[in-house]
């Protein structure tokens, strides 16, 4: 089964348009705010270089933004 996670902050549009894709294809995932803990802020920008959110980790693969199609693929593979 694929394991997906999703970093957020609360203020962030394309966060939400992420999780309600997510939720009206049916896909679970946990969703992680690095505004309750900037520690998990550092190790995403350590692991991703990446400061902007969303971030999605599929199965260990990283994608940043709210990149649907890249989703979906890394689902499949």
Request: with cysteine; charged share 20%; proline share 6%.
């Amino acid at each position: 089964m694929s394991t997906v996670k999703v970093y957020t902050t609360t203020r962030c549009p394309y966060c939400v348009m992420l999780k309600n894709f997510l939720a009206d294809q049916n896909i679970p995932f946990k969703e992680v705010n690095v505004e309750e803990n900037p520690e998990i802020m550092n190790q995403l920008v350590a692991k991703t270089g990446q400061m902007g959110v969303p971030q999605t980790e599929v199965n260990g693969k990283w994608i940043v933004g709210y990149d649907p199609n890249n989703i979906m693929l890394a689902l499949r593979n």
